[in-house]
């Protein structure tokens, strides 16, 4: 018996995804951007995905963006948050996936925002106290992210907590 414990990373695909994708890829594999017939039909499945999503999550068809990977995400939603929202101040743990972890190293590195890593103890729980007491010291625009499930650890973050305190304060939870 065969027992997979890594969905946080990557979770099997349902039988129904499967075999749209195999539909899809197989009858539909035109290029999204192009304007000719096999192009168009691409950017018309792609854009009726989006509006299922959006529907589902009770969200704007303009909020859905598709990416490759939860790398490239991640990295488009902190370096956007930056440029696009100000953030001066980014706050997250040492526990955090590698992907935030680099792209807050390079953002701090080239001077475009300062970065505070929280203390972490034994079993990867953030510094709740620490958290407050590092919000309170600045009124900068600031962003906090921290994992919710580990992936390597296995730690869950009390995230209403931290997402209530953030809030609160005036942060960007993510």
């Given at each position: 018996?065969?027992?997979?414990?890594?969905?946080?990373?990557?979770?099997?695909?349902?039988?129904?995804?499967?075999?749209?994708?195999?539909?899809?890829?197989?009858?539909?594999?035109?290029?999204?951007?192009?304007?000719?017939?096999?192009?168009?039909?691409?950017?018309?499945?792609?854009?009726?995905?989006?509006?299922?999503?959006?529907?589902?999550?009770?969200?704007?068809?303009?909020?859905?963006?598709?990416?490759?990977?939860?790398?490239?995400?991640?990295?488009?939603?902190?370096?956007?948050?930056?440029?696009?929202?100000?953030?001066?101040?980014?706050?997250?743990?040492?526990?955090?996936?590698?992907?935030?972890?680099?792209?807050?190293?390079?953002?701090?590195?080239?001077?475009?925002?300062?970065?505070?890593?929280?203390?972490?103890?034994?079993?990867?729980?953030?510094?709740?106290n620490q958290l407050e007491t590092v919000l309170q010291a600045s009124s900068v625009p600031t962003l906090?992210?921290?994992?919710?499930?580990?992936?390597?650890?296995?730690?869950?973050a009390p995230i209403r907590i931290i997402g209530g305190i953030s809030g609160n304060m005036g942060a960007?939870?993510?």
């Amino acid at each position: 018996m065969r027992i997979y414990f890594d969905n946080a990373s990557t979770t099997p695909l349902h039988p129904d995804v499967l075999e749209t994708m195999r539909s899809v890829l197989a009858e539909d594999s035109g290029n999204p951007s192009s304007i000719h017939q096999h192009g168009r039909k691409a950017r018309s499945i792609i854009e009726q995905a989006r509006k299922s999503v959006a529907s589902i999550i009770q969200a704007s068809i303009s909020e859905i963006f598709f990416t490759s990977c939860a790398t490239e995400a991640n990295n488009m939603i902190i370096k956007n948050c930056v440029q696009d929202l100000g953030i001066k101040r980014i706050i997250s743990t040492p526990t955090e996936h590698h992907c935030i972890l680099h792209s807050l190293d390079y953002l701090s590195k080239k001077g475009r925002c300062e970065v505070i890593i929280l203390d972490v103890d034994a079993f990867g729980l953030v510094n709740i106290n620490q958290l407050e007491t590092v919000l309170q010291a600045s009124s900068v625009p600031t962003l906090v992210t921290i994992m919710h499930g580990n992936n390597e650890i296995g730690t869950m973050a009390p995230i209403r907590i931290i997402g209530g305190i953030s809030g609160n304060m005036g942060a960007f939870p993510l």
